[in-house]
């Protein structure tokens, strides 16, 4: 009988893979404090648009839904700090896109953003989700403003974390990035964007202190998503499909002026790539936001996720 065949034998007689626990001495000692209980956050997969795909899943299931975004190069992973800072409060569930994270990359997939929210779309109808705050950073943003103009009604507000939806907000590192590809398809400063240095610069250009970020979160990234067979035609193709999104700014600001979302925006002040000029023309446009910058990169959920917790908490939880 092979390991696994013993394990499977072992786990459906029914007995216990625990060790066993010793009862106390009786030596009159009082109980060990109970430490707070954490969250459960489940590993959820179902097959749409043909993606198995993966998400994050916690909370009540009748809390006010939020629905957090991830952007490139991560994935629901980059929300592991957030998640148990509202499951007690919100149904929270983080979705890891087609060819990112644990989320399968079929050979056929149309490789948009318009994609990408599709899938995401049907989803939430799976889900369910019939009203939720949509947490967006960095491709969040355009994922996430194709669901709000899809489905206006879904929208019970926004949290923007170093997401751009304005020409102010775009630096120059992100315009020689994304101009040559799009002018020349020239992609040679776009494979550089999908190298394991590049991924841990994202992480740590920024950052108030970049020797206290946690390794994994690169390392993850990059192994999950940047890695994987096909990924770099995959992220290309994004890549080129991202002016998609540019052509849209000026829809995009006309429908947050038009519908006005209570809109949280959070920022990390350091981003290279997204500037604070684009955060604060979305507020200006918006007659119920709050602006929050902080000393922190582009992911600043890495430094400031007990921050940006406790500001979701305060303006979306009555």
């Known amino acids: 009988m092979s390991l696994m065949q013993s ?8 007995l216990s893979l625990e060790p066993a626990r010793v009862a106390p001495d009786g030596g009159g000692q009082p109980p060990l404090p109970a430490a707070p209980a954490l969250p459960v956050v489940r590993s959820r997969r179902a097959t749409i648009d043909g993606v198995e795909l993966f998400w994050r899943e916690a909370g009540p299931a009748d809390g006010p839904a939020i629905v957090l975004l991830h952007g490139f190069p991560s994935s629901s992973h980059m929300f592991r700090k957030l998640i148990p800072l509202l499951a007690d409060r919100f149904r929270v569930i983080a979705p890891d896109y087609p060819g990112f994270g644990h989320s399968s990359a079929p050979a056929d997939y149309d490789w948009t953003f318009d994609n990408l929210a599709a899938t995401v779309d049907r989803l939430l109808d799976r889900l369910e989700v019939r009203r939720a705050v949509f947490y967006m950073q960095d491709y969040g943003g355009p994922v996430g403003m194709r669901l709000a103009v899809t489905d206006p009604a879904r929208v019970a507000g926004f949290v ?13 590192a992100a315009a020689d990035v994304f101009m040559p590809l799009w002018q020349q398809n020239d992609d040679r400063n776009a494979r550089q964007l999908l190298t394991a240095e590049m991924t841990k610069f994202q992480y740590t250009a920024g950052a108030r202190d970049p020797d206290g970020l946690d390794p994994d979160a690169w390392t993850h990234d ?12 995959r992220q290309l193709a994004l890549f080129r499909d991202y002016a998609s999104n540019v052509a849209r700014y000026d829809a995009w600001a006309d429908w947050m002026r038009e519908h006005q979302p209570p809109t949280l925006v959070t920022w990390g002040s350091g981003d290279p790539f997204f500037l604070v000029p684009g955060a604060e023309a979305m507020v200006r446009e918006l007659n119920d936001a709050e602006l929050h910058l902080f000393d922190s990169g582009h992911f600043a959920l890495e430094e400031d996720a007990a921050g940006i917790a406790g500001l979701i908490r305060r303006r979306f939880l009555a």
């Open 7 to 14: 394990l499977r034998h072992w786990l459906a007689s029914g």
């Open 160 to 172: 923007i974390q170093n997401a751009n939806f304005r020409m102010e907000g775009v630096s120059q």
């Open 222 to 233: 990059q192994a999950t998503t940047l890695d994987r067979e096909g990924a770099t035609e």
